[in-house]
């Protein structure tokens, strides 16, 4: 799990293609590397990575053919600024929302413009991830985790603070850039919970289902 807070902001340094998947190299900048271990995870442009070898200056890592089929990862170039965040610890402040790692989709910048000394972004997402993004809901873009100012349709409206601009890869996105996209945990597993789950026997939550449970009148 994370938190959506970037640490660092690394470089995609090698892409060894694997026979329909990928090896890639990160160079982690000023990230701590001092209390990762091999096999722990961390967060790259909001991808949930495992770390195979530590070379010192980065870590490698394995990305699957369904990792490079969802997310930006398969278009990346050497070079490539990342977004990093390692996993959180029981003592990690929350400072942003849960983020699984688990990309939903890839969403496009469709706008880009000044707002006193912030930056407005549009971001148009994928049609069946826009039920779950609601205006003053979480959302994780690239890793980032932010708040949504309003949403119509599928596309959604953020603000991003000079800070966020600096310390992240928000600055270099333009119009036509893709971005992972992570909703919200718990809107997922809401939606699967109202839905109910009929061939393993679920009863699923419904107003009646609340009316007998007292939850509602």
């Not at 970037?6 to 995609?12: D, H, L």
């Not at 967060?43 to 870590?59: Q, R, S």
């Not at 069946?128 to 809901?137: E, V």
Request: hydrophobic fraction near 40%.
């Amino acid at each position: 799990m994370f938190t959506g807070i970037i640490q660092a902001v690394g470089e995609i340094a090698v892409l060894q293609p694997q026979g329909g998947d990928l090896r890639l190299r990160v160079r982690t900048g000023k990230l701590d590397l001092g209390d990762v271990q091999l096999g722990d995870s961390i967060a790259v442009n909001g991808v949930c990575l495992t770390a195979v070898e530590l070379p010192g200056d980065g870590f490698w890592a394995d990305v699957s053919g369904e990792t490079l089929a969802h997310t930006t990862l398969g278009a990346c170039k050497q070079g490539a600024r990342v977004n990093l965040e390692k996993a959180l610890t029981p003592t990690t402040r929350l400072g942003g929302h849960l983020v699984s790692g688990h990309v939903d989709g890839v969403g496009e910048v469709i706008e880009r413009k000044a707002d006193a000394r912030s930056e407005r972004f549009l971001i148009r997402a994928p049609k069946a991830l826009s039920r779950y993004i609601a205006q003053k809901g979480s959302i994780c873009v690239d890793g980032v985790s932010l708040t949504v100012n309003a949403v119509e349709g599928n596309v959604f409206n953020l603000n991003i603070v000079p800070h966020t601009l600096a310390e992240t890869t928000f600055g270099a996105y333009r119009p036509g850039s893709n971005v992972n996209l992570e909703v919200d945990l718990i809107a997922r597993y809401l939606e699967r919970l109202l839905q109910g789950d009929v061939e393993a026997g679920g009863q699923g939550l419904s107003m009646d289902f609340l009316r007998a449970h007292g939850f509602a009148k």
